[in-house]
């Protein structure tokens, strides 16, 4: 089985479902494929739990061991089926069932170590997978709630949080205390270190042309710039907030249309199939290249660059809103249906709050592509804004201007990357207490 | 008049009781396939069994033979491949609200509190009346939930969350209530008391009901009539009255005789079911199996 039968495999799993196509292939590095004939046990109850099982074909029959309460003590997993997830569990790594193949079984196991360590690092992915885990846990295995107790978690939220604004508190106050902050400071400490050495002291080749650290530094503090650009100055500001007003509305009208798009896409399967091919061939095409249609289709220097800005951000926002929409529980449609909800109520209280943990990924995502093609907009066609700043003073050989167009271009896109993040965080309240997991 | 009996109700006890228009659905010959050609697999086939009014009625059948499925048939959701199924004579062919159905994956809403969760019924319907809201109160207090009804699902424990099902479904007041292994999932303790409580709520409204279980115990503290069915494709295989007094008590009902005897017949039946899969449609097993219930039956007479 080659990395990418893995990786579909996972998919098709369940609590792999959610995570994204390049973690995906990560987490296929850590699987091992193996292979079974019929009436080979692959562990019994009380061994050491080390790995979790996906079945690729045949079938497995699942005993539970006695003392382990359960409606369904035995089951058989088939194709897609996970078992031996007590390899994930915080303090019960022993096998509760013993586990034999009926058939030849084909299937991929997974170290549970390494798959924790692996969401150590990508906490937000690892806890939508394990609360997937303790989800499967409680419903089709139903195992005693307690079992779900130990599945671990990695964003570390208290359950008492009552807003949103108290939750970006908390994960301030997490942040200051985890060693984060401290190696973000090393390494901007290395970043600003190696740029004054290699410019100003060690005055390597290639640099001799660069402007150095304390130079640009000079510059953007100095109420009287030598190229006219610094923090005392109007233009800096007038700059920035060309940039952050043309980023606003592009953002405003991506979200407005790319959000209900995204909706409907993955609510509507007649919808999806006269819109979805036309979006997929669309979205590939770079945003470089719309430039000349930009300044063809638009009048003015404004628009092209807005619409540029736009395209890329509706992209991102439709795309994740409707697999937000897809990755929703159907049963979660069939019970409102059954308690009298109509289409459009099912829609409107189902399928949008549904979709919404999505959908704020897609924002992230999409502010993110705005700056990005922003700057790739005002670059061609802007009169003012950061981008604009930078090309021109390249042209106009003012180099140390280009690097505080870029790093105010940095802060800024920061700050509104975190602005949308609170925002999702203020509008989730339910599902931060779904991912602090597990129904305790 | 409808409107008249409702108010005569809540003049009449201050907690507002609801109002049980009693009835029947009759499943007739119903059988259902999935895929087509090669690929078809009959899950129920030629099916019939009523549901009867202000009964409770318990099916129990081996996990896989096919009670989910019917259930979704019984809800609308899905058509049955042959046959008919009527309530009150009138053919169902969607979902409809005088059916209740509490789906074996069915969850509690998640971004909604548990009290915006037992009210979503009547909110969806426009139905969200003072004397709605004053049953959402009244069933809070009765599922243990009072002092929850501001937290989200997450937060709750699996019987906590079990309970909110219950009352979200029942505030909606249907004619039939059918649910699907709603206590799956919870341990010993707090399952038997799940049962108690939820008998306890049959018993004060008789309302029709239609419980779908795989454990024995289960079935029989719950049950006024008891459908067993045969292993897959799913066939009613037998009906048994637990003429059980009402309203009934854990001891009590464990230690009665007819309990005991309505256990060991059902388990019988259920067991020559669970044989017949275990032989999984090879001859010489299920020759096997065939000879070997004929054995015990004719040691059984003997022993008479
Ligand atoms: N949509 C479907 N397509 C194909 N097979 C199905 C489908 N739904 C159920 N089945 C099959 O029908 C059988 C009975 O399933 P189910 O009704 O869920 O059983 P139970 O609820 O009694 O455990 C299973 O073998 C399952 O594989
Ligand atoms: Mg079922």
């Given amino acids: 089985m080659n990395q990418n039968q893995t990786a579909d495999l996972l998919k098709r799993s369940m609590p792999f479902q959610t995570v994204p196509g390049e973690m995906l292939e990560a987490i296929a590095k850590l699987a091992r494929y193996e292979s079974y004939a019929r ?14 099982f996906i079945v690729s074909s045949g079938a497995v029959q699942h005993t539970l061991g006695i003392g382990f309460q359960a409606t369904h003590p035995e089951k058989i997993v088939r194709s897609g089926g996970v078992f031996g997830w007590a390899a994930v569990l915080d303090n019960q790594r022993t ?157 405003f009208l991506a979200t407005v249309l790319g959000v209900p798009l995204g909706l409907f896409l993955g609510w509507s399967k007649t919808f999806r199939e006269y819109v979805f091919p036309v979006f997929e061939t669309l979205r590939p095409i770079p945003i470089l290249a ?45 019970a409102a249906a059954c308690l009298g909800a109509s289409k459009w109520q099912v829609f409107r209280e189902v399928i949008v709050p549904g979709a919404m943990p999505f959908m704020f990924t897609g924002l992230q995502i999409s502010i993110g592509v705005a700056w990005f093609s922003l700057v790739a907009g005002e670059m061609v066609a802007g009169e003012y804004g950061l981008g604009y700043v930078i090309n021109t003073s390249y042209t106009m050989v003012r180099y140390p201007t280009i690097v505080i167009g870029m790093i105010t271009l940095g802060i800024v896109g920061y700050v509104s990357s975190a602005l949308v993040r609170m925002a999702g965080d203020y509008m989730m309240q339910w599902r931060v207490r779904e991912l602090a997991l597990g129904g305790r | 008049m409808n409107a008249n009996t409702q108010n005569q109700s809540a003049v009449m006890s201050d907690t507002p009781k609801p109002v049980v228009k009693p009835s029947e659905i009759q499943v007739k010959n119903v059988s259902k396939s999935y895929g087509a050609g090669l690929f078809e697999k009959q899950v129920i086939k030629d099916c019939s069994f009523t549901i009867e ?135 010993c303790m707090s399952k038997e008391l799940m049962w108690e409580y939820y008998s306890g709520l049959f018993e004060e409204s008789h309302r029709t009901n239609f419980f779908v279980t795989t454990d024995i115990d289960e079935a029989i503290f719950l049950a006024d009539r008891l459908l067993i069915m045969s292993n897959i494709p799913g066939q009613v295989r037998e009906t048994i009255e637990v003429d059980l007094p009402r ?49 015990s039956a004719a040691a059984e007479t003997a022993e008479q």
């Avoid at chain 1, 050495?197 to 953007?220: C, I, N, Y």
């Avoid at chain 1, 109007?234 to 953002?251: C, D, K, N, T």
């Avoid at chain 2, 548990?114 to 959402?136: C, F, S, V, W």
Wanted: hydrophobic share 40%; proline share 6%; aromatic share 12%.
């Fill in chain 1, 39 to 52: 009436g080979d046990v692959i562990y019994h109850q009380g061994d050491f739990a080390d790995d979790v």
């Fill in chain 1, 95 to 251: 096998r509760m069932a013993k586990t034999v193949c009926m058939e030849r079984t084909e299937l991929i196991r997974i170290n549970g170590e390494e798959l924790i360590n692996f969401f150590k690092a990508t906490p937000e992915t690892g806890d939508i997978v394990m609360s997937r885990f303790a989800t499967m846990i409680n419903k089709e295995y139903t195992m005693p709630e307690e079992v779900a107790g130990h599945v671990p978690h990695f964003t570390q939220v208290p359950v008492t949080v009552a807003t949103g604004l108290s939750l970006t508190m908390f994960r301030l106050s997490q942040w200051l205390k985890s060693p984060k902050p401290y190696l973000m400071m090393t390494g901007f400490g290395i970043l600003l270190a190696t740029w004054y050495l290699a410019v100003e002291v060690w005055k390597l080749p290639r640099f001799a042309d660069m402007p150095g650290l304390t130079t640009v530094m000079k510059e953007w503090f100095s109420k009287d710039p030598v190229y006219g650009l610094s923090i005392w100055t109007p233009e800096y500001y007038q700059h920035i907030w060309v940039s952050v007003r043309r980023i606003l509305i592009a953002f």
């Fill in chain 1, 290 to 334: 719309w430039v000349p249609l930009a300044i063809i289709m638009f009048q003015g220097s404004e628009t092209p660059v807005i619409f540029l800005t736009f395209l890329a951000s509706f992209y991102a926002t439709a795309l994740n809103t409707m697999l937000g929409v897809e990755t929703i529980d159907e049963s979660y449609s069939r």
């Fill in chain 2, 247 to 295: 309203p009934r008590r854990l001891a009590f009902v464990f230690d009665d005789d007819r309990a005991i005897a309505v256990k060991m017949e059902a388990l019988s039946i259920l067991h020559k079911e669970a044989m017949k899969s275990f032989s999984g449609g090879s001859k010489a097993a299920s020759d096997f199996v065939e000879a070997y219930s004929k054995r």
């Fill in chain 2, 53 to 187: 009014r202000n009964k409770l009625t318990v099916m129990i059948g081996p996990s896989g033979c096919g009670k989910s499925t019917l259930i979704r048939l019984l809800a609308g959701f899905e058509k049955p491949t042959a046959g008919t199924i009527e309530l009150d004579g009138k053919r169902i062919t969607g979902p409809g609200r005088d059916r209740l159905v509490v789906f074996q994956e069915s969850a509690l809403f998640p971004w909604m509190t548990t009290h915006d969760n037992i009210m979503y019924g009547p909110k969806a319907r426009r139905e969200n009346t003072k004397q709605n809201r004053g049953l959402a109160e009244y069933l809070l207090e009765k599922v243990g939930l009072s002092a929850f009804r501001a937290k989200y699902p997450p937060q709750l424990s699996g019987g906590m969350q079990r309970r909110a099902e219950l009352a979200r479904a029942m505030i909606n007041n249907p004619d039939v209530m059918i649910l699907d292994e709603p206590f799956r999932g919870l341990d």
